[in-house]
Each structure stands twice: as structure tokens, then as C-alpha cells.
């Protein structure tokens, strides 16, 4: 019922920025928790940070002060702020959205499909 559909991902310097969006479609569905992950191959999936719909923001220590998550609620919109990329922020990745399904009265979460971030030296 919701697909979200990321860009902005791309090859960048160390030192360099980017800007990632996610976008949310999809018919009945609130909103709640949005945010991103990053996956190495071969390690864990990392949560990066997550916002709420009231604007209330988390970061995972190893973005703190480097990354800003922020949201256009009009535009069902996700994005991640990058800066002072370095080479280990390179991952692929992952918005999601906890969304709460109102015909259904349920919750899921949905995933984006990815999008490649690449930091060289």
C-alpha cells in the first residue's frame, strides 16, 4: 500500500556533501516514524537517525553533528542532510517509514529500495 522511492544518492570527495530524499505514495496510510539506514556488505544494518512527525530527531553517534534528518510532511518526504562525508559513511541506503494503515489499523514498516553513497579519499 506505500512505496517509498529514494535519490540523491552518488560518488562524492571526502569532505563533500550530500543530500539523500525519500519519498512516501500510497493511499490511507499516516506517516509516523521516518528514517535511514546503511548497510556494508558483509556487516549489519546501521540505523542512522529517525525523525518523528513532530520533528523530533535521533542520530546515531557515528553522524552526530555531520548529518541532518528532516521531513516535509505536505510532501511525504524524508530527506538526510550528509556533510563532512568520509570514506566509512559509504554504504547503501535505506529510508524507511513506520506507517500506520487506517483502514487496516495496523502498522508496518516499508523500506525504500536503496540508493548508493560512495565516499572516496
Known amino acids: 500500500q506505500v512505496q517509498l522511492v529514494e535519490s540523491g544518492g552518488g560518488l562524492v570527495q571526502a569532505g563533500g556533501s550530500l543530500r539523500l530524499s525519500c519519498t512516501a505514495s500510497?493511499?490511507?496510510?499516516?506517516?509516523?516514524?521516518m528514517g535511514w539506514y546503511r548497510q556494508v556488505p558483509g556487516k549489519q544494518r546501521e540505523l542512522c537517525a529517525t525523525?518523528?512527525?513532530?520533528?523530533?530527531?535521533n542520530y546515531a553517534d557515528s553522524v552526530k553533528g555531520r548529518f541532518t534528518i528532516s521531513r516535509d510532511n505536505a510532501k511525504n518526504t524524508v530527506y538526510l542532510q550528509m556533510n563532512s562525508l568520509k570514506p566509512e559513511d559509504t554504504a547503501v541506503y535505506y529510508c524507511?517509514?513506520?506507517?500506520?494503515?487506517?483502514?487496516?489499523?495496523?502498522?508496518?514498516?516499508?523500506w525504500g529500495q536503496g540508493t548508493q553513497v560512495t565516499v572516496s579519499p
Open positions: 525523525i518523528v512527525s513532530d520533528g523530533s530527531t
Open positions: 500510497g493511499n490511507n496510510a499516516r506517516l509516523d516514524v
Open positions: 524507511y517509514a513506520d506507517v500506520y494503515l487506517i483502514t487496516a489499523s495496523t502498522r508496518r514498516r516499508y
